[in-house]
T-cell receptor
Framework: AQTVTQSQPEMSVQEAETVTLSCTYD???????LFWYKQPPSRQMILVIR??????QNATENRFSVNFQKAAKSFSLKISDSQLGDAAMYFC???????????????FGTGTRLQVTL | NAGVTQTPKFRVLKTGQSMTLLCAQD?????MYWYRQDPGMGLRLIHY???????AKGEVPDGYNVSRLKKQNFLLGLESAAPSQTSVYFC?????????????FGPGTRLTVT
């Protein structure tokens, strides 16, 4: 079974600074997808960034980027120029490649609560 | 598009009572999912559906039943609520095609069982 581990229950960053959230996962598969979801106090789950395991290039979305180390099974999220609105719970998630006719569930880590201070 | 909606947003039940949570999506997605979120844990899959009329068990299915009579709706039922089912419940949906298609989540339902 796949597992996702987020070892940092809480992190804090000053506004405009950079922070990195860690995520490791365990799988025997070679092809899969990885995601970071943001959950603000509103509870809404918002996709931040995704990475396909077959792509060597790290995904980037504006101020958000990942450091994907496939051999080490590591998938960290870097937030640059942190803003007050970035304060939220961040979840790392893993998903197998979908096969036709079946659904593939997301396996979530336990989350990292990010505080952004002035 | 409303996306994924959930009804109700909050509910308090007494032990032994029953209730149904409704999830609706207007994106014509084939796949739908029910997750629960507990403090200190990530979301865990309860049941999922790959299409109208089909459902399957997820990671933590005990004490729950589901139905997918219409493509756009996915119902989660608790026949006899227990305090261990106090949680926040999320519904999600996604396309059937392969690729890194994201799951779209509803706003969640906070359920308290006393």
């Amino acid at each position: 079974a796949q597992t996702v581990t987020q070892s940092q229950p809480e992190m804090s960053v000053q506004e405009a600074e950079t922070v990195t959230l860690s995520c490791t996962y365990d799988t025997s598969e070679s092809d899969y997808y990885l995601f970071w979801y943001k959950q603000p106090p509103s509870r809404q789950m918002i996709l931040v960034i995704r990475q396909e395991a077959y792509k060597q290039q790290n995904a980037t979305e504006n101020r958000f980027s990942v450091n994907f180390q496939k051999a080490a099974k590591s998938f960290s999220l870097k937030i640059s120029d942190s803003q007050l609105g970035d304060a939220a719970m961040y979840f790392c998630a893993y998903r197998r490649v979908i096969n036709t006719g079946t659904a593939s569930k997301l396996t979530f880590g336990t989350g990292t609560r990010l505080q952004v201070t002035l | 598009n409303a996306g994924v909606t959930q009804t109700p947003k909050f509910r308090v039940l007494k032990t032994g009572q029953s209730m149904t949570l409704l999830c609706a999506q207007d994106m014509n997605h084939e796949y739908m999912y029910w997750y629960r979120q507990d403090p200190g844990m990530g979301l865990r899959l309860i049941h999922y559906s790959v299409g109208e009329g089909t459902t399957a068990k997820g990671e933590v299915p005990d004490g729950y039943n589901v139905s997918r009579l219409k493509k756009q709706n996915f119902l989660l039922g608790l026949e006899s609520a227990a305090p261990s089912q106090t949680s926040v419940y999320f519904c999600a949906s996604s396309q059937r095609t392969s690729g890194s298609k994201e799951q779209y989540f509803g706003p969640g339902t906070r359920l308290t069982v006393t």
